[in-house]
């Protein structure tokens, strides 16, 4: 029940968290340990038994990363921290995105032994985006091949970040070691943290700096306070001048030049062993942003009965009108929860609110917040910079907005890829096709990434982002779901377009039930650049042809660019259809006319301007032993990859290579074969390019 407790709050004292990492970095080591220092846990979890909070999925514990975010809010001192777990795996991209979307800082994780790796880049280069500022952490200091230095000047050149360290580690790795990593030093008050390993780091001990570490930790104290000159006048003088430079002066300028994404704060230490993580926690609440020093949200609003269309901002005001976004659907017994980032105004349990994208009304029966402690707690008002889970919605999917009934405004859509990979899944019975249509429309609410149709056979077709991705699928449906249906062999997702730019005149000269028809329209017909599905622009001269017959011309050109191509009939895309003129008789022209005239000017574009086949092409991110690189190039080139670069640092080389989805099957079995199981590879959609004559031959009709 309700304990009638709203969920207004300070707001300055709230951050909305994500860590984002590449797989294996300490992700949810990290987590786990947060959780624990805050008190939320009384005990650590490991991911090395399959025991921790936040990879709850069966999936996600079986295969060891963590696929599916989820929200677990916390105290740590007088924060509130609302902690979304975002996947590693590049796989699963567009679940990444949505993540950082809704955050308003992070904490990226490296390795102290690999670096930054492959993916790093890719979640490094989709925060820069989404405009997330961020910390960075280096984790994993007691392995052996451990060096702080390397990883933060990777950080720098590869990353092209502004890493400022704050703290040094004491030694490196593992305790056999001579100068293992035994704890930390904080640049900013000088001070040497040890942390105790009989309880897992929880006792700190503090103390001066040791003699053996004090010129390393002055040289680095200089270089942090160098960086921060350009970010404030006053401590560049009073550094100059020799003064002391308050604690504080520093703390804030860390912060404001964190928040203006000019710097990433760098912080060391070891999740597994407890080094690191509560200093870590108290950077999150003095340098991340809180909810009220982020940008308003924009969005498209309008009038209440329609209207015109203006730019609107949200602000993080508790007294405006609702609006949030839908992140994440979690399916539960007692009806999926959606997860949802409230940017303006407050939301009530029992409400209705508006889904102003699909233009319907939705039902907010609860309001939960899932905390680490009390597991969850209903609610019955949440304010604006919070995250809450809502049950009830059954009109809305991840990505929608929702508003006040009487104050639409529509946030911008999150964008996915298109995707690359589809699997024909059959049922064995009318029964079990009812139950495989249930349980796939609940996996597309949670994942909108994963698009299903039926094809022309009647089977029902999944597609998505990668082999990886409908495998996970399919144990879904098996596994979660029961299902007894019958998969087939993935296969690439082709697409057709067209090579060259045509202009065409279609006409309609026809005698239809004793009534003269006519009409001639003139199309251009053209690739675009773009990845998308094609579009169709009317720039016709005005007073040239009634505005009706256009409209039914350019819906008859939208209905034929949905079709497919001519060499296989695959979905077309990037394509661009522009309507450049036309002519009417007032007597014979109607909507019927120019239709067919759209139609026919259609097909000679098709013809006219060369059908092309595309294929998509992946983007690879592989990390290897150097030992294995070789064999790993040469088994690329066999795969028709280009090779965008590689990067030799030491004992690991990174690859970018960009090859067809066509060749990637069993990709990553195969690349552990060849590396006896040591090089890792992950992939995500790129785009998609024409494909040569021999796969061409293989669909052609
Ligand atoms: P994630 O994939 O980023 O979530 O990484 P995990 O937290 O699952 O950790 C991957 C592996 O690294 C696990 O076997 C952890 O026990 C191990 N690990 C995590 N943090 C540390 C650390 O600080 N030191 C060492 N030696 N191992 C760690």
């Not at 929200?71 to 509130?80: D, L, N, P, Q, T």
């Not at 003269?516 to 169709?536: C, G, I, K, N, Y």
């Amino acid at each position: 029940m309700a304990d009638g407790r709203q969920m207004t709050r300070d707001l300055t004292t709230l951050r909305n968290l994500g860590i984002i990492a590449h797989i294996d970095a300490g992700k949810t080591t990290l987590t786990e340990g947060m959780l624990f220092y805050s008190g939320a846990k009384h005990r650590v979890g490991s991911v090395d038994k399959g025991t921790t909070e936040t990879d709850s999925d069966p999936e996600e514990q079986d295969r060891g990363i963590t696929i599916y975010s989820a929200c677990v809010a916390f105290e740590w001192k007088a924060s509130r921290i609302n902690l979304l777990d975002t996947p590693g795996h590049v796989d699963f991209t567009a679940e990444v995105e949505r993540c950082l979307r809704v955050l308003d800082g992070a904490v990226v994780v490296f390795s102290a032994r690999e670096g930054v790796e492959a993916q790093s880049e890719t979640v490094w280069r989709q925060a820069d985006r989404y405009r997330v500022p961020r910390l960075a952490f280096i984790n994993k200091l007691d392995r052996e091949g451990a060096s702080f230095e390397t990883v933060v000047e990777e950080i720098d050149t590869r990353l092209g970040a502004a890493p400022v360290p704050i703290q040094i580690p004491c030694g490196e790795g593992p305790s056999h070691m001579d100068n293992s990593f035994h704890g930390v030093i904080d640049l900013v008050r000088m001070r040497q943290l040890t942390f105790d390993a009989q309880d897992k780091g929880a006792t700190i001990t503090e103390s001066e700096v040791a003699e053996e570490h004090l010129d390393m930790a002055r040289l680095w104290r200089e270089a942090m306070l160098e960086k921060l000159y350009a970010h404030s006048d006053e401590l560049m003088e009073l550094a100059l001048a020799e003064q002391p430079i308050p604690e504080q002066l520093i703390h804030q300028v860390l912060r404001q030049a964190t928040i203006e994404m000019q710097i990433q704060p760098l912080l060391c230490g070891s999740a597994l062993h407890g080094i690191g993580v509560q200093p870590l926690l108290d950077a999150v609440q003095e340098y991340l942003p809180s909810p009220l020093d982020m940008p308003p949200v924009t969005g498209m609003s309008w009038g209440k009965k329609g209207g015109r269309e203006t730019t609107e901002e949200r602000a993080p005001e508790p007294d405006d009108p609702f609006c949030g976004l839908v992140f994440k659907v979690v399916p539960a017994k007692t009806g999926d929860l959606s997860w949802i980032r409230i940017y303006s105004g407050s939301l009530k349990a029992n409400s209705r609110v508006l889904n102003p994208g699909r233009d319907k009304r939705d039902n907010v029966a609860q309001l939960w917040q899932i905390h680490a402690t009390r597991r969850e707690q209903q609610i019955d008002e949440v304010s604006c910079g919070d995250i809450v889970g809502v049950i009830g919605l059954q009109q809305s999917v991840t990505g929608d907005t929702l508003c006040d009934t009487r104050h639409p405004i529509l946030l911008e859509a999150i964008e996915f890829p298109e995707t690359v990979i589809s699997m024909a899944i059959e049922p064995e019975t009318t029964a079990e096709r009812k139950k495989l249509e249930s349980a796939l429309d609940l996996l597309q609410r949670q994942d909108p990434t994963l698009s299903i149709r039926a094809n022309e056979m009647g089977q029902t077709l999944i597609s998505g982002m990668g082999e990886l991705h409908l495998e996970i699928t399919k144990h879904r449906l098996l596994r979660d779901f029961n299902l007894d249906v019958k998969f087939h062999k993935p296969q690439v997702s082709y697409r057709e377009t067209i090579e060259q730019a045509v202009d065409v005149t279609g006409e309609c000269h026809r005698q239809i039930g004793g009534q003269q028809l006519f009409a001639r329209l003139v199309v251009r017909v053209e690739p675009s650049e773009h990845d998308t599905q094609p579009v169709v622009i009317n720039q016709c001269p005005i007073d040239s042809v009634p505005i009706e017959l256009l409209d039914a011309a350019v819906a008859e050109l939208e209905s034929a660019s949905q079709g497919g191509g001519l060499i296989a009939g695959f979905p077309l895309m990037k394509l661009r259809v522009t309507i450049l003129g036309g002519e009417f008789d007032p007597e014979s022209s109607d909507e019927v006319a120019f239709r067919i005239a759209a139609n026919e000017a259609f097909e000679k574009a098709l013809r006219g301007g060369i059908p092309a086949l595309l294929e998509p092409i992946m983007k690879l991110d592989i990390s290897t032993p150097e030992v294995h690189l070789g064999d790993i190039v040469g088994d690329l080139q066999q795969r028709r990859a280009i090779i965008a670069r590689t990067d030799n640092r030491g004992v690991y080389s990174a690859i970018e290579a960009h090859a067809p989805m066509n060749e990637l099957f069993g990709y990553s079995s195969a690349i552990r074969s060849l590396s006896q199981g040591r090089a890792g590879a992950s992939m995500e959609p790129l785009a998609y390019a024409t494909a040569p004559a021999e796969v061409r031959r293989e669909y052609e009709i």
